[in-house]
């Protein structure tokens, strides 16, 4: 076969060129440190470096999720252990209330100690994380306690149950007046006022139903319901029941009211039951109702896992928390000057009340315990979920590094090599196509 000068330098330039991209690729690896630039080079690689990425990318998600979730429920827990502390105070300010040497004077410098320690348990339901309430689920942008007054129409109705209902102390009226008992629910809000329009009946296990009369605790007999009769008490929250219809009564029922205005510190009530808001005060078609719901605020923190990253402020902060303080403040501070036989009555209660705040505070003790508890238990929990997707990041990102890195030495000693060979292709390249036809005339 005859072999031409163009065919020598034809193949001589391929060669060239051959180890010369072999050299470029081996520039390229030491420069980018990745075996490969375009997915065409090697497939294999290219599918797995998307799949590893994608998981760095997810892990590395969920970590900020995690981490997210944590710091809610960080000012969660420390909201929560503060009202447990506060509580713990109120408990041992009702002990100190309850000894019978104390006078009314001591007392109300206890109240207003409680005064102020309520006032701060409400200021616990505010808190916010980034600018959004961590007690109020969904409505992330209404407070749980109304940080002002307002004129605001709301249609409540509560759940009851009938294991609420207790026995109250009270001055019946007469010459002289007496202490005397009756049985009551207390609603979550006082003051209803005027516009209260509630139920007029209230279902019983067998009929017929207990009717609902509207009274002020001022009335004769507002304490003193006839059998079948319940006494709703518009200015004190509560429903008054006769003795002979307790047992009675459904074990749960509701009761809807209506309230206008509400002070700065009450409850907002979207947050704990099922209402009906009036945005139009002079329009009685502009209701929009918020119904109770079970406002779980969920972060993925791991495939196909999730956590519940919020606390209810009605599980925490409950509406008869702050009525049990606020009843107990009015007990001291609402005696009347003018009556010095119902004053001393009064007065001679307070050492009892005081006394039965204890089991009261113990209970809702016991809920914020509870609360912080189950909290706990869930932070714990993200915090194991952390460490194992700490794992198993470091297990992708050192996969993808296999995967698309490439070993600096080997590629330095390849490139060396490569480098080596090329110089050599040019020398012989040199001496191969340097003959001429002198050269061959000589």
């Known amino acids: 076969m005859r072999i031409t000068n163009s065919m020598v330098r034809n193949n001589t330039l391929l060669n060239l060129n051959r180890n010369r991209l072999a050299l470029s690729q081996l520039e390229q690896q030491m420069a980018t440190g990745k ?8 497939p294999i690689i290219a599918v797995r470096a998307i799949k590893l990425r994608s998981n760095v990318r997810e892990v ?27 509580l713990k105070r109120v408990r041992d300010l009702c002990v100190q209330g ?12 206890v109240v207003q100690e409680l005064e102020q320690l309520k006032f701060q348990i409400q200021q616990e339901g505010n808190v916010n994380y980034a600018g959004r309430f961590v007690f109020t689920g969904f409505k992330t942008d209404k407070p749980l306690i109304f940080n002002r007054d307002n004129n605001e129409t709301y249609e409540i109705t509560q759940r009851l149950n009938s294991k609420d209902i207790e026995k109250k102390a009270y001055v019946k009226e007469g010459t002289p007046p007496a202490m005397a008992e009756t049985f009551r629910i207390r609603l979550a809000y006082a003051g209803l006022g005027e516009a209260a329009t509630p139920i007029t009946e209230i279902p019983t296990k067998t009929p017929p139903a207990l009717n609902v009369i509207n009274l002020t605790s001022e009335e004769a007999n507002a304490y003193e319901p006839n059998p079948g009769e319940v006494i709703f008490l518009k200015d004190t ?37 099922n209402v009906k808001h009036k945005v139009d005060p002079s329009d009685d078609t502009t209701w929009v109702t918020y119904n109770e719901n079970n406002e779980k605020i969920n972060y993925q923190i791991s495939y196909n896992q999730d956590i519940n990253v919020n606390t ?3 599980d925490l902060i409950t509406h008869t ?27 001679d209660q307070l050492g009892q009340k005081f006394g039965n705040m204890l ?32 794992n198993d990041l470091l297990n992708f990102t050192d996969l993808m590094s296999q995967n698309e890195d490439v070993d600096i030495a080997e590629v330095v000693v390849s490139m060396q090599s490569r480098e080596l060979v090329y110089t050599a292709s040019l020398m012989a390249s040199s001496k191969i196509l340097q003959p001429s036809l002198l050269d061959f005339l000589r």
């Open 312 to 314: 209810l402020g009605k």
């Open 359 to 390: 089991s009261r505070v113990d209970k809702h003790l016991k809920t914020v315990v509870g609360e912080v508890a189950e909290l706990g238990s869930r932070m714990n929990r993200l915090e194991l979920t952390n460490n194992r997707l700490e």
């Open 237 to 273: 929250g509560e429903l008054i029941f006769n003795e002979v219809d307790i047992d009675n009564i459904n074990d749960t029922f509701t009761f809807t009211y209506d309230k206008t205005g509400f002070k700065k510190n009450d409850l907002n009530p979207e947050h704990y039951f």
């Open 35 to 42: 075996k490969i630039q375009k997915p065409s080079e090697d």
């Open 60 to 86: 590395a998600q969920y970590r900020s999720n995690i981490n997210d979730a944590l710091s809610w429920m960080g000012v969660t827990e420390q909201a929560a252990v503060n009202i447990n502390d506060i």
């Open 98 to 109: 309850s000894n019978d040497t104390l006078g009314v004077g001591e007392r109300e410098k």
């Open 321 to 347: 928390m702050i009525r049990d303080i606020e009843e107990l403040i009015s007990a001291v501070i609402n005696i009347p000057e003018e009556d010095s036989v119902k004053k001393t009555l009064l007065e």
